[in-house]
């Protein structure tokens, strides 16, 4: 009892660095597990030091999610969920219409995070009856824990937040943001919903024609030699590049006849065994 009670005197008295060390030694070895959690409170450990990683911090679980164990500074916890057995998956529900779309940036980011969701797919004669339910009048809106999202984009940026998906560093996910932004900026050019045909033939074939190979020419000097578009691994970048070339695809099959680059960016996506499946399994639409 002595030989603890001098360890936790000495323990008060450490520096910093010594504090910390003594915490997890003493989550090893079970010492007096409570006094040190009022030791750590009371050393109130600055957070964030400039000499542990900002990748190690997150939110501390909560006291019931310890149930019972010592709290210990936000610095030893990653994600707080990889420390809780109480942490349980949101459920998800996409509604979007029968087609790829605008949702299928979202259902190739769950594929490839193996994350379960409702794939609720809605028809266009059902639309005007759900239009007035849904936030904003649009879709897709992903439903979560009764929450509803909308806006594809923000959507798959919250799914994609902290995880390598998004870019490792704030740098690469700016560089991430812009690609998805310039693809969607160019598709967001074409008149999806023109009623009449002739108009709408018009308007494609001149931003196929005219405008596309400016687009493509960037992106393949963007890409150059490397194996993603951002980064060492895949991005959804990546996953967007993929799912809005293949509806390009569909209106001018010799599109990315010259740029071979991206044609191979475009098979190393479509190669990942989760994206592989998905595009195996899902409806088959024209767009």
């Known amino acids: 009892m002595l030989r603890c009670l001098g360890l936790l005197r000495r323990a008060e008295a450490a520096t910093e660095k010594q504090l910390r060390y003594r915490v997890s030694v003493g ?3 079970g010492v007096c597990k409570q006094h040190l959690a009022k030791v750590v409170e009371k050393a109130m450990l600055p957070t964030p030091s400039p000499r542990i990683p900002s990748v190690l911090y997150a939110p501390s679980p909560t006291s019931a999610q310890l149930s019972g164990e ?3 500074p936000n610095y030893l916890y990653k994600e707080s969920r990889n420390f809780s057995d109480n942490y349980t998956m949101p459920n998800y529900k996409l509604t979007y219409f029968n087609m790829r779309g605008r949702a299928e940036i979202i259902r190739y980011i769950f594929a490839y995070s193996d994350i379960k969701y409702e794939d609720h797919r809605i028809e266009q004669a059902d639309w ?5 339910t849904l936030p904003f009048g649009k879709i897709p809106v992903l439903e979560v824990d ?3 999202l909308h806006q594809s984009l923000a ?3 919250y799914l994609t937040k902290n995880t390598d998906l998004a870019g490792k560093t704030e740098l690469e996910q700016c560089q991430v943001d812009a690609i998805v932004d310039t693809l969607d900026d160019f598709m967001s050019c074409f008149p999806w919903a023109e009623k009449k045909q002739d108009i709408k033939e018009k308007m494609f074939n001149e931003l196929l024609t005219f405008d596309a190979p400016h ?3 960037d992106l393949d000097t963007y890409l150059g030699e490397k194996e993603w578009f951002i980064g060492n691994s895949v991005t959804w970048a990546d996953f967007y590049w993929e799912i809005c070339s293949t509806t390009l695809l569909v209106f001018k099959p010799d599109l990315l006849d010259i740029h071979p680059r991206l044609v191979t960016l475009r098979k190393k996506v ?3 065994p989760a994206i592989a499946d998905w595009i195996q399994r899902r409806p088959q639409t024209k767009l």
């Open 27 to 29: 989550v090893v070895l």
């Open 70 to 72: 010592m709290a210990l």
């Open 128 to 132: 005007p009856e759900i239009k007035p």
């Open 146 to 148: 009764g929450l509803n």
């Open 155 to 157: 959507i798959a940026r």
């Open 215 to 217: 687009l493509l020419q």
């Open 270 to 272: 479509q190669a990942i």
